[in-house]
């Protein structure tokens, strides 16, 4: 089946420590999001990524770090700066031709120890 | 800069009641509403969507109203079933360049239907 695969579905970060959440898609689509949702405030853009090898910043991209190697792929790195991880993230994919269909995957929430 | 805001934060409704969430934007430049359905510990998923040059559009029980004067849209849920409780989203965004696909969430509205 098409779809995004996100991993791992928890995961949990030691104070200091830089971890990556995978995201993986089969889609074929063009463009790769990650958005980051907090009780009562919604989704927010952290990163996004419309062709490979290259990403934009999104509205909270501070403390985190993105790549776009493969078009299947686009993993995000929460790093040591990012003061106030827990939370669950979100990926994202859309093709840019035809629908404006964002298809999510299931998510990683993310807590800190 | 919260550009869309969404209303109420929760709702309770009786099982073949109707639910109504309420948005509203600031961004004049957004020409794409979506409605985003999510149940706990899982991604959204896209419920309906509409553009600004309908006022109205219904998938099923699932109706979005849209006034562009008063830069609001809305969602109602007729025949309100248990199975429809979830966190409902609404979202905007400006289509084209490298708007797309970038899409402004509301808060969410975390709706209880009863049986």
């Known amino acids: 089946d098409g779809g995004i695969t996100q991993s791992p579905k928890y995961l949990f970060r030691k104070e200091g420590q830089n971890v990556t959440l995978s995201c993986e898609q089969n889609?074929?689509?063009?463009?790769m999001y990650w958005y980051r949702q907090d009780p009562g405030q919604g989704l927010r853009l952290i990163y996004y990524?419309?062709?490979?090898?290259?990403?934009q910043k999104g509205d909270i991209a501070e403390g985190y770090s993105v790549s776009r190697e493969k078009k299947e792929s686009f993993p995000l790195t929460v790093t040591s700066a990012q003061k106030n991880p827990t939370a669950f993230y979100l990926c994202?994919?859309?093709?840019?031709?035809?629908?404006?269909?964002?298809?999510f995957g299931s998510g990683t929430q993310l807590s800190v120890l | 800069q919260q550009q869309v805001k969404q209303s109420p934060q929760s709702l309770i409704v009786q099982k073949g009641g109707i639910s109504i969430i309420n948005c509203a934007y600031e961004?004049?430049?957004?020409?794409?509403f979506p409605w985003y359905q999510q149940f706990p510990g899982k991604g959204p998923a896209l419920l309906i969507a509409?553009?600004?040059?309908?006022s109205e559009k219904k998938e099923g029980r699932f109706t979005i109203s849209f006034n562009k004067s008063a830069k609001q849209f809305s969602l109602h849920i007729m025949d309100s079933q248990p199975g429809d409780s979830a966190t409902y989203f609404c979202?905007?965004?400006?289509?084209?360049?490298?708007?797309?696909?970038?899409?402004?969430f509301g808060q969410g509205t975390i709706l209880t239907v009863h049986p």
């Open positions: 994202a994919s859309i093709t840019r031709s035809g629908s404006e269909k964002l298809f």
């Open positions: 979202a905007a965004s400006a289509s084209g360049g490298t708007s797309y696909g970038k899409l402004t």
């Open positions: 509409i553009r600004p040059d309908v």
């Open positions: 961004n004049t430049a957004f020409d794409y």
């Open positions: 990524s419309q062709i490979v090898n290259d990403f």
């Open positions: 889609l074929n689509h063009d463009a």
